[in-house]
C-alpha cells in the first residue's frame, strides 16, 4: 500500500522576537511541519502580508508593538473568518486567552512548550480542530471543543 504524504500547511508566523521568529521558523523548517511563506514583526506588518498571501494557518503572538496580536486576530478574522490562528505567548494570562477564544483562535500554545506541543497543535487545528494547554483549560475550555496535549475532545456545548 502507498501513502500519500500529508500536504504540509502554508503559514505566516506573526513575532516582534526577531531571534525567537527565526528559530521557530527554523524548527518548522528542520521538522518538516509547515511551509512558512511570511515573517511579520506586527500586526500591521501582518495585515499586509495577508493580502498578498494566502496562508492555511497563522502563527500569532500576542504582546507586540504597533499592532498587538489581538486587534490583528480581529482584523484577519474580519477579512477571512475562515483563517486558522493559534495564539503564541509567553504569558499564561486569563484576560489574553479570553479575549484570543472570543475572537475565534483555533488554539493556544505557550512559549515555554516544546515543538512537539506545536506540532500537535498544528495538525488537530489543520484537520479543524481546537487545541488548548491543559494550564489554561480550567479558564474557558470546559464549555468548548479542543484538544490539550493530555486529555482527548471534549465536544462543545450549544
Do not use: C
Not at 511541519?33 to 506586527?42: D, K, P, S, T
Not at 500586526?43 to 490583528?72: K, R, S
Not at 479543524?128 to 475532545?153: C, D, Q
Request: net charge neutral; no cysteine; glycine share 6%.
Amino acid at each position: 500500500m502507498v501513502t500519500v504524504p500529508a500536504i504540509k500547511p502554508d503559514i505566516i508566523i506573526v513575532e516582534d522576537n526577531l531571534i525567537f521568529r527565526q528559530v521557530l521558523k527554523s524548527l518548522i523548517s528542520v521538522e518538516k511541519l509547515a511551509r512558512v511563506i511570511g515573517e511579520a514583526n506586527n500586526g500591521l506588518e501582518f495585515l499586509d502580508l495577508l493580502l498578498q498571501l494566502h496562508p492555511d494557518l497563522v502563527l500569532m503572538d500576542i504582546d507586540m508593538p504597533e499592532m498587538n496580536g489581538i486587534e490583528a486576530t480581529k482584523k484577519a478574522l474580519e477579512l477571512n473568518p475562515d483563517l486558522k490562528i493559534i495564539a503564541l505567548t509567553q504569558f499564561e494570562n486569563d484576560e489574553y486567552f479570553n479575549d484570543m477564544v472570543a475572537l475565534g483562535v483555533r488554539g493556544f500554545i505557550l512559549k515555554s512548550k516544546g515543538i512537539w506541543e506545536l506540532e500537535k497543535a498544528m495538525k488537530e487545528v489543520m484537520k479543524g480542530g481546537k487545541y488548548f494547554p491543559e494550564s489554561v483549560k480550567g479558564k474557558t475550555g470546559k464549555t468548548m471543543g479542543f484538544k490539550s496535549a493530555t486529555k482527548s475532545t471534549v465536544k462543545a456545548k450549544n
